[in-house]
């Protein structure tokens, strides 16, 4: 399989308009359009009965969230870090090789999409945004879909956002409110082929990403 974008090449920076927030030069960070990227696939292996696809932050510094956003502070390239997750989708239907850009997601959306925008019979999972807003009042909720990078600007390090897909020989069954561990156990023995795509993101003044 090969999975392209028109909204950025493997290994370009994702323009602002499909990312959460963009750089301020007074506030550091502000809302951006959180446009889902466009994605096409092709390839398909024979016997496809569905797609699966995944968005994952794996450069996330792992860390307390007092520690990101910082002014004065800086995330060194070499803290530990783990995975974010952006988006999951499941039971994307076979006849589907193409999502345009927006079609999943059109803004940020305080408190989570309660129904994400996507293909017909596709059921997206929890992003990361779950847990990170988790006890803000303006902004707490759940988070399905697709919502995009974020990154602390105060970290030194390009974030990296690897864009999945998966043909799956099955449709699955999963709750409502899925997260990754979840997926991945659902996936797991179905995928009969996949194809990835890694886009950069950095909203450090400081980081000049080309």
Request: net charge negative; with cysteine.
């Amino acid at each position: 399989m090969k999975l392209t974008s028109d909204s950025f090449e493997d290994g370009d920076v994702i323009p602002g308009r499909c990312a959460f927030c963009v750089k301020d030069p007074k506030t550091f960070l502000r809302l951006s359009q959180n446009l889902s990227p466009e994605l096409s696939w092709r390839g398909i292996p024979e016997g496809t009965r569905s797609f699966a696809l995944s968005c994952i932050d794996p450069t996330a510094p792992a860390t307390k969230p007092d520690y990101v956003n910082t002014p004065g502070s800086t995330i060194p390239a070499k803290y530990p870090r783990g995975e974010f997750v952006h988006w999951l989708a499941v039971n994307i239907p076979a006849s589907v090789t193409q999502l345009a850009e927006g079609a999943c997601s059109k803004a940020v959306i305080p408190g989570g999409k309660r129904i994400p925008d996507g293909p017909d019979g596709c059921q997206q999972g929890l992003n990361d945004y779950t847990g990170w807003f988790a006890g803000d009042k303006d902004m707490e909720g759940p988070y399905l879909g697709y919502d995009g990078p974020c990154p602390p600007f105060n970290d030194s390090l390009p974030h990296q956002y690897v864009f999945t897909v998966y043909a799956l020989d099955a449709q699955l069954q999963l709750p409502e409110h899925y997260n990754l561990a979840d997926f991945r156990k659902a996936i797991e023995g179905h995928v009969l082929a996949q194809a990835s795509l890694t886009g950069r993101y950095a909203t450090n003044p400081d980081i000049r990403l080309k």
